[in-house]
């Protein structure tokens, strides 16, 4: 059964540093986003990705954040320059079509020092 | 935008009793509803998903949920709660334009 993939599961990164967080969603999924989840809080929206443009971006999604599809199996978070507070683990999903099921990858764990 | 609320931080269950975690959302049109499960340390695992039809809903693991639009609920079920069922449970509200919100999670310990 096709998966969304997430690499790297971990990674440790100083603060100030910029980050690439990189998904391989399903082949024929058409929509994409990405979701942050803060250690033991809730999973909060970031961005989802149409069309080699983004469609929609919640208030988190500052300008230190930008999103990519390089190719046409890559899904990229970058952030610029990276804070303590976005120590967080990171989601990928996809999904081919709207009001649809979005599939979620393993998750990519970010830490900020 | 949508929104999602799960009243309990935490419950605990003792094993072989019913469970029944509470979610209610907020959302104009109608809403696309959804439980994961994430053990510690996991990624989302997807239990059951509403979109239309039958209000009452089957997942994975015995677990189910019920639709009732009248009181904006989506409360997910399990007759009978195993041990390997202790985990965080979240419950999500898609829109139409797909972007998800999530509730802030119910955490399940099940006593033995």
């Known amino acids: 059964e096709p998966e969304v993939t997430q690499t790297p599961s971990h990674q440790v990164t100083q603060m100030g540093q910029e980050v690439i967080l990189r998904c391989v969603p399903i082949s024929n999924h058409l929509y994409f986003y990405w979701y942050r989840q803060i250690l033991g809080q809730k999973v909060e929206f970031l961005v989802s990705?149409?069309?080699?443009?983004?469609?929609?971006k919640s208030e988190i999604f500052d300008d230190q954040f930008s999103v990519e599809r390089p190719d046409g199996s890559n899904f990229t978070l970058k952030i610029r320059s990276t804070k303590l507070e976005d120590s967080a683990m990171y989601f990928c999903a996809s999904t081919p079509r709207l009001s649809y099921e979005q599939y979620f990858g393993p998750g990519t764990r970010l830490t900020v020092t | 935008a949508q929104s999602v609320t799960q009243p309990d931080i935490h419950i605990t269950v003792s094993e072989g009793a019913s469970l029944e975690l509470r979610c209610n959302y907020s959302y104009g049109a109608t809403p696309y509803l959804f439980w994961y499960v994430q053990s510690p340390g996991q990624g989302l695992q997807l239990l059951l998903k509403y979109f239309s039809g039958d209000t009452l809903v089957q997942g994975i693991k015995g677990f189910e949920a019920e639709f009732k639009r009248s009181q904006s609920s989506f409360n997910l079920r399990k007759p009978s709660v195993h041990w390997s069922d202790a985990a965080e449970y979240f419950c999500a509200v898609g829109s139409n334009n797909n972007d998800m919100r999530f509730g802030a999670g119910t955490r399940l310990t099940v006593k033995p």
């Open positions: 990705f149409y069309n080699n443009e983004i469609s929609e």
